[in-house]
């Protein structure tokens, strides 16, 4: 008997604009497009963790487009970072349930960078919380997480859209979701967090180029008008995660059938 084809959903980072992750998921599964692992980084990596820990989706639709994102706001005298990062990570100690790797509903791989070696950390055991505090850790905005030898920061620093990832991991089929380098991408400075954003994306273009041309499938939802701050436009961005998918919708399934 011929094995299925194993696939793997790759989540870029994107701060705000990684709302329209939810949105792409809520297609795929509502069309039952199968996926046998979730490698998120960022953003990629808060939205699939979340997911992969049993949130229903319309669930957590709803939750990101009321919540008062000055909640995650713990601002203290800055040694590492402004933020110190605790009040986000109980939010998503229960937003995830507070479960480990090992009992996730699917495979997570998580995406960070240690600041030490200046390598890549691909996490997938111990608490999904912690290791989602670490892959959204913007260097200079939020402490870094440390963790064993290793002083963790965001995953968007070193791998914005971790392709090479999920062929690692043996994937046949690899669809990507990129929410950072659309054509309809427009750039606005306004404020330090902008600064350190966009110098993040300049770095990583060359790396998301080739990254990107591995996939078989590569999903840019257009959100590009919207700013990494947009915390405000979850509903907006999500429809537009939703446009996306339903748009390449066809396109999956032949890759899918075609292997």
Same mark, same amino acid.
């Given at each position: *008997?011929?094995? %299925? !084809?194993? #696939?793997? +959903?790759?989540?870029?980072?994107?701060?705000? @604009?990684?709302?329209?992750?939810?949105?792409?998921?809520?297609?795929?599964?509502?069309?039952?497009? !199968?996926?046998?692992?979730?490698?998120?980084?960022?953003?990629?990596?808060?939205?699939?963790?979340?997911?992969?820990?049993?949130?229903?989706? @319309?669930?957590?639709?709803? &939750?990101?487009?009321?919540?008062? &994102?000055?909640?995650?706001?713990?601002?203290?005298?800055?040694? =590492?970072?402004?933020?110190?990062?605790?009040?986000? $990570?109980? $939010?998503? @100690?229960?937003?995830?349930?507070?479960?480990?790797? %090992?009992?996730?509903?699917?495979?997570?791989?998580?995406?960070? /960078?240690? =600041?030490? %070696?200046?390598?890549? $950390?691909?996490?997938?055991?111990?608490? $999904?919380?912690?290791?989602?505090?670490?892959? #959204?850790?913007? !260097?200079?905005?939020?402490?870094?997480?440390?963790?064993?030898?290793?002083? =963790?920061?965001?995953?968007?620093?070193?791998?914005?859209?971790?392709?090479?990832?999920?062929?690692?991991?043996?994937?046949?089929?690899?669809?990507?979701?990129?929410? /950072?380098?659309?054509?309809?991408?427009?750039?606005?400075?306004?404020?330090?967090?902008?600064?350190?954003? /966009?110098?993040?994306?300049? *770095?990583?273009? +060359?790396?998301?180029?080739?990254?990107?041309?591995?996939?078989?499938?590569?999903?840019?939802?257009?959100?590009? @008008?919207? %700013?990494?701050?947009?915390?405000?436009?979850?509903?907006?961005?999500?429809?537009?995660?939703?446009?996306?998918?339903?748009?390449?919708?066809?396109?999956?399934?032949?890759?899918?059938?075609?292997?």
């Amino acid at each position: *008997m011929d094995k %299925s !084809p194993k #696939i793997g +959903l790759v989540l870029g980072a994107g701060s705000a @604009r990684g709302y329209a992750h939810i949105g792409v998921l809520q297609v795929l599964e509502e069309n039952n497009i !199968p996926f046998d692992f979730i490698v998120g980084s960022s953003m990629g990596a808060m939205i699939g963790g979340i997911y992969a820990s049993g949130t229903d989706l @319309r669930m957590l639709e709803k &939750t990101v487009c009321q919540i008062d &994102t000055s909640i995650f706001y713990d601002i203290h005298v800055p040694r =590492l970072g402004f933020m110190a990062g605790k009040r986000i $990570v109980e $939010v998503l @100690r229960l937003l995830t349930k507070k479960k480990d790797f %090992s009992e996730l509903a699917i495979p997570l791989s998580v995406v960070a /960078t240690d =600041l030490l %070696s200046g390598q890549r $950390v691909v996490l997938e055991e111990g608490s $999904v919380a912690e290791a989602i505090r670490a892959s #959204i850790s913007i !260097p200079g905005i939020f402490n870094p997480v440390r963790r064993d030898d290793m002083v =963790l920061v965001d995953g968007a620093v070193i791998d914005r859209l971790p392709v090479d990832v999920a062929r690692e991991k043996g994937a046949d089929v690899v669809i990507a979701v990129d929410v /950072t380098f659309g054509p309809d991408r427009q750039i606005e400075i306004k404020n330090a967090l902008d600064v350190i954003l /966009t110098s993040l994306d300049i *770095m990583q273009k +060359l790396h998301f180029d080739l990254s990107s041309s591995e996939a078989d499938i590569v999903l840019q939802p257009k959100v590009g @008008r919207f %700013s990494s701050r947009d915390f405000d436009k979850a509903d907006e961005i999500i429809a537009l995660g939703r446009e996306e998918a339903k748009k390449k919708l066809e396109i999956i399934k032949e890759k899918i059938k075609m292997i």
